[in-house]
C-alpha cells in the first residue's frame, strides 16, 4: 500500500498564531493598555513557541477521537470540531508556525489523522500512529475534494460563503449613482430574466462582464450612525453584447444608442434603473480560522437580506472594517445583551441590568475599509442588528 501524501504546508505567516497572539499580548501587559499596544518581538517569539508546541490538553474534547481518516466533505473546522473545544484553534492543533502564512495545511481524503500527546499538551499529525500496538492504518489518497482546485479539503464549508463573495459588496461612497445603468429593456419589458437583452447608457470603462445592483442603501453604525459605506443589493450578471454609438435622428439632431447587454444571472429580475458594476477577479483565498491579534469589538450594523433576524449559516455586516484590524478569517464571539430586570429580594424593587451572555461565533471571510461581512457560524438566538461581538 502507498504511502500518504505528506502534509503540505504553504504560506502561513505573521497570522498563524494569532489565536494565542492575544492571550500573550494580555499576559505581557495591563488589562487595559493591551488593546492598543503594538506586538513586540518578545511576544511574537512567545506565540510562536505556544503554536508550536500544540494544544493544552484541556482544551481537546472530552470525547476527542486517537485518530481520524479524512473523509470527502471534511473541512478543517469540522476535523477540529472532532478533537477541540474551541475549533477555530486548529492552527494550534497543528503546530503552526509563524513561516506559515495564512494558508491551511493541504490535506486529502483518505488520509489518516493521529491525535499525538506528549508533556501535557497535544498536536494533530499526518499518518504517523502515537503507538505501534496497534498501528493505525495508513491509506493513500483516493477520493479529492472538489471545494479546491488542487483537491485539498478546504478549512471552512465554502459553499456556505461563495455565493456572496460577489454579491455582498459594500461601496465606499455612493459610487453606483454613476455607474453604467440600464435605461431600456428588451421589448419594453418591465423587468428582465436570464438570457433576455438590456440596454445600457454610462462608461463601461473597458469590462465585458459586469455585476447588477439595485439602488445601494448606507450602512450605519448602530452606535454613532456614521455612515461607513453603501450596501447595493444583487441583482444578477451581465455580459456585454455590443457597444453604444451617437446617430442622427430624423430631426438631424445626434441620439445616443445604448450599448447592449445580456442578462446572464439573475438573483431577482433585473429592471430599468439597476446599475453595472464590473465582476471583480474570484478570490480563492483558502481561509483559515484564527482569532484577532488584539482585542476587537463591535456592532452588527445590518443583516443581508431581508429577514429581521438572522440565525445560523447566514450573514451579517460588521460595524468593523479593514481600518479597526479586521481581516478575512477571524473567528468573532456573539453576545446577547442582558435583559433590565428588577431585584425583589431585599423588599424593594431595585433596578438591575443583567450581564450579556455569549451564544455564538462569526467568521469573517469579507472585509472593506470600515464594514466587513461574517457568517454566523453558530448561535443560540437570533441576531439582530445592534447585537454585540468581540475577540472570541
Not at 297 to 321: F, P, W
Amino acid at each position: 500500500m502507498s504511502r500518504p501524501r505528506p502534509l503540505k504546508i504553504t504560506r502561513w505567516g505573521a497570522v498563524a498564531a494569532q489565536a494565542t497572539m492575544a492571550a500573550a499580548v494580555a499576559a505581557a501587559l495591563p488589562a487595559q493598555a493591551a488593546p492598543n499596544y503594538p506586538v513586540t518581538p518578545t511576544q511574537r517569539d512567545t506565540a510562536r513557541q505556544v503554536a508550536q508546541a500544540g494544544v493544552p490538553l484541556s482544551e481537546l474534547a472530552p470525547d476527542a477521537p486517537e485518530s481520524h481518516v479524512v473523509k470527502r466533505g471534511d473541512t478543517l473546522w469540522d476535523i477540529s470540531k472532532l478533537f477541540l473545544k474551541s475549533p477555530w484553534r486548529w492552527p494550534e492543533l497543528w503546530g503552526m508556525n509563524l513561516d506559515q502564512i495564512r494558508n491551511p495545511h493541504l490535506i486529502f481524503p483518505g488520509q489518516v489523522l493521529v491525535l499525538v500527546k506528549r508533556d501535557g499538551r497535544a498536536m494533530l499529525q499526518v499518518g504517523q500512529s502515537v503507538s505501534a500496538d496497534p498501528p493505525v492504518e495508513r491509506l493513500s489518497p483516493r477520493v479529492r475534494s472538489e471545494l479546491l482546485d488542487n483537491g485539498a479539503i478546504a478549512s471552512i464549508p465554502l459553499h456556505l460563503i461563495g455565493p456572496f463573495l460577489n454579491e455582498a459588496v459594500v461601496f465606499e461612497t455612493n459610487e453606483l449613482e454613476l455607474a453604467p445603468r440600464i435605461v431600456a429593456t428588451q421589448e419594453g419589458r418591465v423587468l428582465l430574466s436570464r438570457g433576455e437583452t438590456a440596454y445600457v447608457m454610462g462608461d463601461l470603462g473597458g469590462a465585458r462582464e459586469f455585476r447588477l445592483f439595485r439602488e445601494p442603501q448606507p450602512v450605519r453604525d448602530p452606535e454613532t450612525r456614521e455612515i461607513l459605506g453603501y450596501e447595493a443589493r444583487y441583482v444578477g450578471t451581465a455580459d456585454y453584447v455590443r457597444p453604444g454609438e451617437e446617430r442622427l435622428g430624423a430631426d438631424g439632431k445626434p441620439r445616443a444608442v445604448p450599448a447592449t447587454f445580456v442578462v446572464t444571472t439573475i438573483r431577482m429580475e433585473a429592471g430599468v434603473g439597476d446599475r453595472l458594476s464590473p465582476v471583480p477577479q474570484r478570490e480563492l483565498t483558502a481561509y483559515a480560522p484564527h482569532a484577532p491579534a488584539v482585542p476587537v469589538e463591535g456592532r452588527i450594523a445590518s443583516l443581508y437580506g431581508d429577514a429581521l433576524s438572522a440565525g445560523q449559516n447566514q450573514i451579517v455586516a460588521l460595524n468593523k472594517g479593514r481600518r479597526d484590524g479586521l481581516e478575512r478569517g477571524h473567528v468573532l464571539a456573539l453576545w446577547r445583551a442582558g435583559r433590565a430586570d428588577f431585584d425583589t429580594t431585599s423588599g424593594k424593587k431595585t433596578p438591575i441590568q443583567l450581564p450579556d451572555e455569549r451564544h455564538g461565533l462569526l467568521f469573517v471571510f469579507r472585509v472593506f475599509e470600515r464594514v466587513s461581512y461574517a457568517l454566523i457560524v453558530n448561535v443560540k438566538d437570533p441576531v439582530v442588528p445592534g447585537d454585540r461581538f468581540t475577540s472570541p
